[in-house]
């Protein structure tokens, strides 16, 4: 493939983030944005049981730390595509909570207009690609990002999301080989719940080890504690670092879990409350990075409180700015449908 000179790549080479230890402000940014994310579904989990959001709706809960701990190593100019469990990735590439929560709840301020709903956002600005509702879809559109960019002569990286359940998706592994073949820039994350939908990953995957799936098309791979935001962000930091000085894709199976059930409408008794509780108590991603913080003293208890109390101010200002927005004229049904040939 030939790929076309660059015309700012070596410019922006020396701005490109290093990723070394975090620092405390760092570390305090990485709780603040994950405690926005949680609170943030905890709203949205409350707006859908009043009937404000419709149709399908998956939380992000428990998750926070693999989407914040990637993003962290990222640049303005990479790319983030994923599945349906969305939310937190659009807030944690920056896309406003106003603006997240109106499309979430079908209004005209929404970053769809509220055409999209919770699972089908859109942020080019932010170089969000979606929010995507078909199982594993994401991937061979993030690996054509991945090839635009090399193309294009371009040194920036796509990060693809997708489940557990996705990475049986015959797609995947197409995308898999064209981007081997081609050393495309594309960090594949798998966000390793655990439960694709109802299924345990035991009882729907030969193999189990996630990581391992790129092998056969001579991808390498690692297995990440999810739950560990330091520890996603130094993973993140070495995959990203590699796919942008052209050494080709890499997996990343972060082993993680989500609290509530698949979606709103799933009572998810496929596991126990122990197994849940269990979780939550040992391996919260907030309450082990809280931990950190105080035992450090980077932060005391009333500088926590502080930053919990701003964050529930955005977030409720966010379902008041939701609901405050005016539903779509219904001519919004005829845009953005067809683009025009200009010739």
């Known amino acids: 493939m030939a790929a076309k000179k660059p015309a700012t790549s070596s410019a922006k080479a020396g701005t490109r983030k290093k990723a070394g230890e975090p620092s405390k402000a760092e570390l305090i940014g990485y709780y603040r944005d994950m405690l926005l994310i949680r609170r943030f579904e905890e709203k949205a989990g409350q707006l859908y049981g009043?009937?404000?959001?419709?149709?399908?709706?998956?939380?992000?809960?428990?998750?926070?730390?693999?989407?914040?701990?990637?993003?962290?190593?990222?640049?303005?100019?990479?790319?983030?595509?994923?599945?349906?469990?969305?939310?937190?990735?659009?807030?944690?590439?920056?896309?406003?909570?106003?603006?997240?929560?109106?499309?979430?709840?079908?209004?005209?301020?929404?970053?769809?207009?509220?055409?999209?709903?919770?699972?089908?956002?859109?942020?080019?600005?932010?170089?969000?690609?979606?929010?995507?509702?078909?199982?594993?879809?994401?991937?061979?559109?993030?690996?054509?990002?991945?090839?635009?960019?090399?193309?294009?002569?371009?040194?920036?990286?796509?990060?693809?999301?997708?489940?557990?359940?996705?990475?049986?998706?015959?797609?995947?592994?197409?995308?898999?080989?064209?981007?081997?073949?081609?050393?495309?820039?594309?960090?594949?994350?798998?966000?390793n719940n655990q439960y694709a939908m109802g299924t345990s990953i035991a009882r729907s995957s030969a193999e189990t080890e996630l990581f391992k799936r790129g092998i056969s098309f001579e991808i390498p791979g690692e297995l990440v504690d999810g739950m560990d935001v330091i520890a996603v962000r130094?993973?993140?930091?070495?995959?990203?670092?590699?796919?942008?000085?052209?050494?080709?894709?890499?997996?990343?199976?972060?082993?993680?879990?989500?609290?509530r059930g698949h979606s709103m409408s799933d009572p998810a008794k496929y596991r126990t409350r122990e197994e849940v509780q269990e979780m939550r108590e040992h391996h919260d991603p907030i309450e082990m990075l809280k931990k950190k913080l105080l035992d450090a003293k980077h932060v005391t208890e009333e500088e926590l409180k502080k930053i919990e109390a701003e964050v529930r101010e955005v977030v409720n200002d966010s379902a008041q700015f939701a609901q405050d927005s005016p539903e779509p004229d219904p001519s919004e049904l005829w845009t953005d449908v067809l683009v025009e040939s200009r010739t």
């Open 50 to 191: 009043m009937g404000l959001i419709a149709g399908f709706c998956h939380l992000y809960i428990g998750q926070e730390a693999v989407v914040v701990g990637v993003q962290s190593v990222l640049d303005p100019d990479d790319q983030v595509i994923t599945g349906y469990r969305d939310h937190g990735h659009m807030l944690a590439t920056g896309m406003t909570a106003r603006g997240v929560m109106a499309e979430l709840t079908g209004r005209a301020d929404g970053y769809a207009r509220g055409k999209g709903g919770s699972m089908h956002m859109f942020s080019r600005e932010k170089n969000f690609f979606g929010g995507h509702g078909i199982v594993g879809a994401q991937v061979p559109i993030g690996t054509g990002l991945a090839f635009s960019n090399k193309y294009r002569g371009s040194d920036a990286v796509c990060i693809a999301y997708f489940g557990d359940g996705a990475s049986n998706q015959g797609q995947v592994y197409e995308a898999f080989n064209m981007a081997s073949l081609w050393k495309l820039p594309v960090v594949y994350v798998i966000e």
């Open 234 to 259: 130094a993973a993140a930091a070495k995959a990203v670092a590699r796919a942008r000085e052209g050494e080709g894709p890499f997996i990343l199976e972060m082993k993680t879990y989500r609290y």
